[in-house]
Structures are given as C-alpha cells and as structure tokens.
DNA sequence: ATTGACCCTTACGTTACGTCATACATTATA
DNA sequence: TATAATGTATGACGTAACGTAAGGGTCAAT
C-alpha cells in the first residue's frame, strides 16, 4: 500500500508517515525504484499498535523503544492497553459526571467544592506524591531512591521483587518499618519510572496511601493490575529513559 | 490562591498557568504587592471550563475566544462540553471494541479486515469529506462555498438559516436540485467552520451522505445535536478565524 | 505528449507547555 | 531575629508531533 492509501485507511496524514519514517518509528517495508514508501500488512499491524498507544498519551519515542524491544510482546501490549482504555473510560465517565453535577450546580440546584468540579481530570489529588513524602518522609524517600537509581536492564526483575515485597506487608501496619521499607521502595519506583501518561498510573497512587486504600486498590483492580505493572514496567523501562 | 495551590487543585503545572495568564487566557483576578498571582473563585471557574475544552481538544486560541466572546454562554457550554464528551465516550468504546476483536484475532480466533483494525480511531471513515465531493462535486461546493465566504458576525442566523434549509429538504429525493444545493452549503459550512477536534463533528458527517442516513442520525443524536451545533457554530464561528 | 493525481525531500512554522537561570518574597526553623 | 527553605516572577531557550508550503520527480490515463 502506499501512503495515501495507508493514511485513508487509518485515518491519519501523509505528514504522519513520512515523520513515523523520519524518526524511524515505521519504516516502511519496501520502497518502489523510485523511492515510493510501500507499506506491508505487517506495517499496518505495527501502525494500528503505534495508534493505540499514541491514543494512551505514550510519546513516539517510547513507542519506538516499546517495539524495539525484542521482549515486546504483542499481545501482552494489547491486554495492557486494552486495560488502560478502560481506565481511561473511568475517567472520562468522572468527567461527564462532574460536569452534569456542575450543570446543577450551576442552577443553583446542588453545592459543589472546588475539588468537586476537577473529579476526572486531575491526578494529583491521588496523594501519592504528597502522602508519600508526608507520611514517610524525604529522607527514606530519597535512601530508596538512592538504592534503586543503580538499576539496569532488570529493572523488571527488580520490579517484581519490589511488588512482592510490597504486597507481603500489605498486612502489617503501615506505620512499620518493613511497610515503610516497601513501600519507599516502591514508590521511589513508580517516580523512577516516571513520566507516563496518568491512566498507566491511575488508582495506582492511591496505593501508598495506607494499608485499608491499598487493598481496596488490589481488589477492586485485581491481580491483573499488578501483572499488568509488572509486565509494564519491565518491558516499558527496560533501558532506563 | 496562589498559583501553586491552584495547581494542585486542578491538577496542572505553575507553568501552565503562568502559560495561560501570558496568553491572556486566563489572567488572575487580582495580584498582590510583590506581583504574586491570586486567583478568585471566579478565575477557577473559568479555569474549569477552559480544561475542559482542552480535554476535548480544542486548541487554546479558540478556547480564549470562546470565552472572550460577550455571547458565551456557561450553561449552554457545559451541555455542549457534555454532549462531547458523551461522544467522545463512544469513540474510546468503539476503541475497546475493536481491541478486543484484535486480541482474538491474534489468537486466531476470528477475522478482521484491516477497516476494522482501526475503528474507533479514524473519522476519516465516515465519508463526509469523499463522499460529498463525489456526489455534489467540487464545483457546486466550491460554488457556494463563494457564497458562503462573505459571512462576517452574522455567521450564526446564517448557520441557523442553512440548517432549515437543510431541515426542509430532508424529505426530497437527495437528487434533487434543493437538497443539493441545501446540503452542499451546510458542507460548506462544516467545511468553514473546519479545524475542530472530531468530537465535535462525529456522525454529523454521515448526514450529507442520503437521506435515509440522514434521518437515522438526526434520530439518533435527537434534536440535541441539532440544536447543538446551530448554538455552538453561532458562538464559535462568530468572528472567523 | 501532456495532464492531473500522487510521491519525494527539504525546511521552516506552530502549539503548549517543559526546563533552566536568575532574582526577589514569604514562611519555617534554629 | 538571622537564616535557610520554599514559593513566586520574569525571561529565554528547548521540545514534541506534526502542519504547511516549496520545488521537483512519477505514473496512469487521455
């Protein structure tokens, strides 16, 4: 298919490809003598993948990485992103929710806060990075953060370590020092990580808050959440950014 | 509030509105002595309505000149910001959907064409943009698209004028000199209005396709979206761009 | 042989901030 | 109350993901 075609059907512009080609994201797999980018059926799959995590909020260059990847895993990636959609779907449903609660409010028919009215966009109010600092300091923070900065391409296998950790002492208070341990480490992980789109995170924050809303979480996520972030973040940080 | 306090609320960076108050988006009710930026509850109302245009898309000049427009409505707005929402809800559905497929279809389980690989993504699909030209012809839009290019302020009774029109042949043979002429000028009109996010216009577009479809979406979308689009074109497009 | 639709590369423009750098203001703490 | 820590302000340059010409080949059809 040439581009033309390839952009119709996907929906997307000519300028698109040729800057996927720039930048070495989609190669095309033939060109013609005359240098017309050809574009194969697996092209068109590796595209329909780009655009699902592009729609996620992922930048192109983490993409490429993702797919460069040799451990990339494709169906796995669908399943996560599958997963990330319907996030997105809970957030999008908060959104539609506030503004019908603000189109009340606006009648003079229901009280809203400030806090009420920005329920679906806002991340930061999961206290992850305030709470965690708060309740554990900057100090164990930044010893974990130290522990954890020398990782390599087993980031993965460390990450899963780490999960485990955490989810052993799920039970214990968190006001202990094993808890603690953990859950610095774990945090300082998901900072380490960094930098992703607030669905790969979203409900994840609210984790560290304390041992009742971590569990909460771990329910009503399920254990696919964890495999899921498992999986992610070892494909997703193999080679630190 | 401050800037940061503000930030944190709405969950957005010092940047960002340090961003909007340089481009007059949204300036800060009042400041203090030293220059610090405090915003009322007003500046946060605003602030509301301007994340959620950006959540749709729109880009920060229209959003300025939505608000800066004297006939801006909040309440109508929000209903609008709604609707759009509702609709972007369908498109992220159509997205899960179709993953789900692909995900059984890797398995083997079923079969996709490559159209169906990509709904939910592209607009493109809806053949709005082809399929007028090739029905009506390039002629007869670009012939009232001469028509239509005088329009100053008056842009919305024009718009309202265009859609009865379009209204009042919808019962006619598609053929038909009327409804030609009636519907090449509301795709000319879409066309003008143009360079909105795809929220904004989803399914609007099969209506110039024929009649039968034609009814089906104005069923669909009820009179709502009619009403919408008269009311949201006479804001938006009120001063061209 | 020429037209019109399609393709190429090069290159500068654009949007919405991110990211320093530098400097004054305010608040917390010793 | 001095001093550090934190918050804020204004530049100013950087970046991501293309958009938008400009200038010039290519290919199918007439």
């Known amino acids: 298919m040439k581009v033309k075609e390839v952009a119709e059907l996907v929906g997307i512009s000519v300028r698109t490809l040729h800057h996927y080609d720039e930048i070495g994201l989609l190669t095309p797999d033939d060109t013609t003598e005359a240098g017309y980018r050809l574009y194969s059926d697996e092209n068109i799959a590796t595209l329909q993948q780009i655009l699902f995590f592009r729609e996620l909020g992922f930048p192109l260059k983490k993409i490429k990485k993702l797919l460069d990847d040799p451990s990339f895993n494709r169906q796995q990636a669908f399943e996560m992103q599958r997963d990330m959609l319907l996030e997105k779907r809970k957030r999008l449903d ?4 506030t503004i019908e609660q603000t189109i009340q409010h606006e009648k003079g028919e229901i ?11 806002d ?9 965690a600092r708060d309740r554990w300091g900057d100090k164990a923070v ?15 296998e460390e990450m899963n370590r780490i999960y485990f950790n955490l989810a052993s002492v799920r039970h214990l208070d968190p006001a202990s020092d094993e808890a603690q341990a953990a859950i610095g480490e774990w945090y300082t992980m998901l900072n380490k990580i960094g930098n992703y789109p607030p669905e790969v995170f979203a409900g994840l924050g609210k984790m560290y808050v304390d041992d009742e809303r ?14 899921f972030m498992r999986d992610a973040m070892g494909v997703y940080a193999s080679r630190n950014s």
């Open 94 to 97: 908060a959104m539609i929710e």
């Open 111 to 121: 009280n809203m806060t400030n806090e009420e009215k920005f329920k679906g966009f």
């Open 123 to 131: 991340f930061s109010h999961n206290p992850y990075e305030q709470e």
């Open 142 to 156: 930044d010893e974990s953060k130290k522990k954890v900065a020398g990782f390599g391409p087993e980031l993965g």
């Open 214 to 227: 971590f569990r909460k979480n771990i329910d009503q996520f399920g254990e696919g959440l964890a495999v």
